[in-house]
């Protein structure tokens, strides 16, 4: 299966420029909706996060090194045990993007409620990273 990103400009509407993009994912073979569901269906949703992630960061940081991204997570890859050194070892230590410059956004959906709480949240912060809510 090959997976791509569309780079979805983020305007500032005072300035007038973008300030950033999001990562939407896309496939060939489905639409993206199809596609998470098959993966979760499957108990695969943390590998298709963090490939998405792994391959936006990689374009990303060939082309837009000063400006923000923001990549679509969900709650459960966000919290998985593995996600941070996984985001360390195979993917920050690879590129020459700033860790501010990344911004993780959360999809929020029923399944994943009982995710939230305060282990988890405290995990995310001491990460460093930015986190932003969905609010699809």
């Keep these: 299966m090959d997976i791509f990103h569309h780079f979805q400009p983020i305007y500032d509407f005072v300035s007038k420029k ?3 993009y999001e990562a939407l994912l ?11 569901t098959m993966f979760i ?8 996060d963090t490939l998405s992630i792994r391959k936006a960061l990689e374009v990303f940081n060939e082309k837009n090194k000063q400006d923000i991204i923001f990549i679509n997570v969900y709650l459960s ?6 996600f941070f050194s996984f985001l360390e070892e195979e993917v920050m230590s690879k590129i020459d993007l700033k860790r501010e410059n990344i911004v993780f ?3 929020e959906t029923r399944r994943e409620e ?14 460093r990273s930015r986190i932003s809510i969905s609010n699809r």
Excluded: M
């Design 41 to 48: 269906n499957d108990n695969k949703l943390y590998e298709l």
């Design 26 to 36: 896309r496939c060939n073979d489905s639409n993206p909706e199809e596609l998470f």
């Design 77 to 82: 890859t966000l919290f998985h045990s593995s």
């Design 18 to 20: 973008v300030f950033g």
């Design 114 to 127: 009982e995710l939230w709480n305060l282990q988890h949240l405290r995990t995310v912060a001491n990460s």
């Design 105 to 107: 956004e959360i999809n």
